[in-house]
């Protein structure tokens, strides 16, 4: 039998590897997922060429040394929007979760 993979989560998935990429720090992203970390490397084999690419692909903004105002709230308003992205990620996830019981 095979599986099928939901979408959702798969996105949810990529999100994690995006962001221990990011980091580099594998471990805190495990345990930010409740995941063992071995889970995670197996996700990174699946999914981190796609992301890799798709990283390179956006233009991130760093600030500079003497960051503006303007600066400044353009950064806190990405960190926002991420920061709904990941709390509707969990709403769904914990939707899903309980439609499986």
Excluded at 30 to 36: Q, S
Excluded at 47 to 66: A, C, V, W
């Amino acid at each position: 039998m095979t599986r099928k993979k939901v979408e959702a989560i798969e996105d949810v998935k990529k999100k994690y590897v995006r962001m221990a990429l990011e980091t580099g720090n594998y471990s805190s992203i495990a345990r930010k997922a409740g995941i063992a970390r071995g889970t995670l490397r197996a996700w990174m084999n699946e999914y981190g060429d796609e992301i890799r690419d798709q990283m390179e692909d956006t233009e991130t903004t760093t600030l500079s040394e003497n960051p503006t105002k303007d600066e400044l709230m353009d950064k806190y308003e990405q960190a926002m929007k991420l920061l709904g992205e990941k709390e509707l990620e969990v709403a769904m996830l914990k939707n899903l979760l309980k439609k499986g019981k």
